[in-house]
Nanobody, 126 residues
Framework: VQLQASGGGLVQTGGSLRLSCAAS????????ITWFRQAPGKEREGVSC????????YYANSVKGRFTISRDNARYTVSLHMNNLGPEDTAVYYC????????????????????WGQGTQVTVSS
C-alpha cells in the first residue's frame, strides 16, 4: 500500500487548504485513514480520522469546527478540508492507513497504522 499526501502550501492566516491522501490503484474504503501533523520540535499529533466500515470521524480539539475529513465518491482519496487556518497549523501533514477500527482513545496513536504517506508541508503566515 502506497499513500501519497498532497495539497499543502503557503497560505495566510484565515485561509483554506484541501489536502488529499491517495492510494495507488486501489480503494481506501477498506482502511481507516487518519491525518497526522508534525511541527518542528513537536511530536506527531493526530488531526482527524475517518474510520473504515462506518465512516465515523474524529477530530483533535484544536481543529474541531475548522477541519473536515471526507472520502471522495470514487473512494480513491480521502480529503482534509482545512478552513480558518492559523500559524499554529503550520506543520508537515501525513496521512496514514490501517485496518483498525479505532475508538476515541486510539485513533490518534501513530502505532495503530500500518501505512504512511510521505507528508505535505502546510505553512500559515501571520
Amino acid at each position: 500500500v502506497q499513500l501519497q499526501a498532497s495539497g499543502g502550501g503557503l497560505v495566510q492566516t484565515g485561509g483554506s487548504l484541501r489536502l488529499s491522501c491517495a492510494a495507488s490503484g486501489f480503494s481506501l474504503d477498506y482502511y481507516t485513514i487518519t491525518w497526522f501533523r508534525q511541527a518542528p520540535g513537536k511530536e506527531r499529533e493526530g488531526v482527524s480520522c475517518i474510520r473504515r466500515s462506518d465512516g465515523y470521524t474524529y477530530y483533535a480539539n484544536s481543529v474541531k469546527g475548522r477541519f473536515t475529513i471526507s472520502r471522495d465518491n470514487a473512494r480513491y482519496t480521502v480529503s482534509l478540508h482545512m478552513n480558518n487556518l492559523g500559524p499554529e497549523d503550520t506543520a508537515v501533514y501525513y496521512c496514514a492507513a490501517g485496518v483498525v477500527r479505532p475508538i476515541q482513545s486510539s485513533w490518534a496513536r501513530p502505532d495503530v497504522y500500518d501505512y504512511w504517506g510521505q507528508g505535505t508541508q502546510v505553512t500559515v503566515s501571520s
